[in-house]
């Protein structure tokens, strides 16, 4: 496997955590899924997100997921999520990442309060200690932290980010970024503005349908990049109606449930998160099977 020059580029799958009925973490499910995901075009995978449910998991719980993926796909296609209420424990999980062979990790800002600036620099100047570069992940709606283009500025030119998942769903950030910070990498944040951030510049997609569709989503992706419309249009038309999901409440089960379908491990989640309602999971069934009859996959 060659080394990839800048692994964080790419289709860089958020990735789901099968669990078994019991709710414990299926190791082997995982593993096989990440390489799955890689063997059908994707880039590499981001354990330990949201859609990892990493909230819920036990340090040792987090740790072994990470180490799982990087056993199936190597430490270059491995981005791990290193979320933490402190700034000293996402560096120690910015630590065992790159102990473990990654080589990016990706990091929300403080997230158990409403940190103004100061203290977020504090936060990624804390982990950019840790030597390995930072994907910074700005999701304002459920942090209620907004790294606006102008802090992402700050940030790159003092060394400590690489790139940004932008996930605010406002394409117009991305032209903002490239004017104030040139050289910061913007990463596709949500799935459903695929189409318009590729074309405004993103050199990467932290994606979550890819999940369950791999190949078409790539295909998707490295269409959009290129500006090829003729090929992207028709499928994230054809796709949308699961893309959109990507940015509900409900993304995690949603997504699991499309895997269940395709006839990959999804499974159930962990409280607090609870099954789809009828309601849900007849619009999620309808758009994944109406997606796999069309023969995307």
Known sequence: MTTREKPWHGVMVATALPLRDDLTVDHDAYGEHCRWLVDSGCDGVVPNGSLGEYQTLTPEERAGVVETAVAAVGGDRVM???????????????????????????????????????????????????????????????????????????????????????????VRRAYEIAELAPGLDVLIGSDDVLLEVALA????????????????????????????????????????????????????????????????????????RRPLTAEQEAAVRAATEKALAEGLR
């Open 201 to 272: 510049g993103a050199v990467g997609w932290v994606a979550g349908y890819p999940n369950a569709l791999p190949a078409s989503t790539v295909e998707l992706y490295r269409a959009a990049v290129a500006g090829d419309l003729e090929t992207a249009l028709p499928l994230y038309r054809s796709l949308h109606a699961l893309l959109r999901w990507d940015s509900k409440t409900e993304f995690v089960q949603a997504i699991k449930l499309s895997m269940d379908i395709a006839g990959r491990r999804g499974g159930p989640c962990r409280p607090p």
């Open 80 to 170: 791990p999520g290193i979320a933490a209420y402190g700034a000293l424990e996402a560096r120690r999980w910015a630590e065992q990442a790159r102990d473990a062979g990654c080589r990016a990790v990706m990091l929300l800002p403080p997230n158990a309060y409403r940190a103004d600036e100061r203290a977020v620099l504090a936060h990624y100047r804390e982990v950019a200690a840790a030597g390995v570069p930072v994907i910074a992940y700005n999701n304002p709606i459920d942090t209620k932290v907004d790294l606006t283009p102008r802090l992402l500025a700050t940030l790159y030119a003092e060394g400590l980010i690489v790139g940004v998942k932008e996930f605010t769903g406002d």
